[in-house]
């Protein structure tokens, strides 16, 4: 298993970028596709996006292509999510997650961080 932390989340203006980093226990890193998934009030827990074990490649949602970019450093066993052109309904809770399956449903994620808190707002 892996125990997973998110950080790096605050308030931004629309426009603006923030990076958020998800760092995970142990040496089994690069072992699982990692994924995040956000979270409005009143709303479902979404995908954002995911990256291979290796992180040579990545999946985007149609809301945030082109401008979001996930990433992976498996020597740090961390992985990172650079957002930038922030708009307000981009606010939300953001997790990150692990799975053994290059799959975008969080039903098929079996290890979750606690979330970090991303408020887009003038």
């Known amino acids: 298993q892996v125990q997973l932390v998110e950080s790096g989340g605050g308030l931004v203006q629309p426009g603006g970028s923030l990076r958020l980093s998800c760092a995970a226990s142990?040496?089994?890193?690069?072992?699982?596709?990692m994924g995040w998934f956000r979270q409005a009030p009143g709303k479902e827990r979404e995908f954002v996006g995911a990256?291979?074990?290796?992180?040579?490649?990545?999946a985007y949602s149609d809301s945030v292509k082109g401008r979001f970019t996930i990433s992976r450093d498996n020597a740090k066993n961390t992985m990172y999510l650079q957002m930038n052109s922030l708009k307000p309904e981009d606010t939300a809770v953001y997790y990150c997650a692990a799975s053994q399956n290059p799959r975008t449903a969080p039903q098929f994620y079996s290890y979750w961080g606690q979330g970090t808190q991303v408020t887009v707002s003038s």
């Open positions: 990256i291979s074990r290796s992180g040579a490649t990545t």
């Open positions: 142990g040496r089994t890193f690069s072992s699982y596709h």
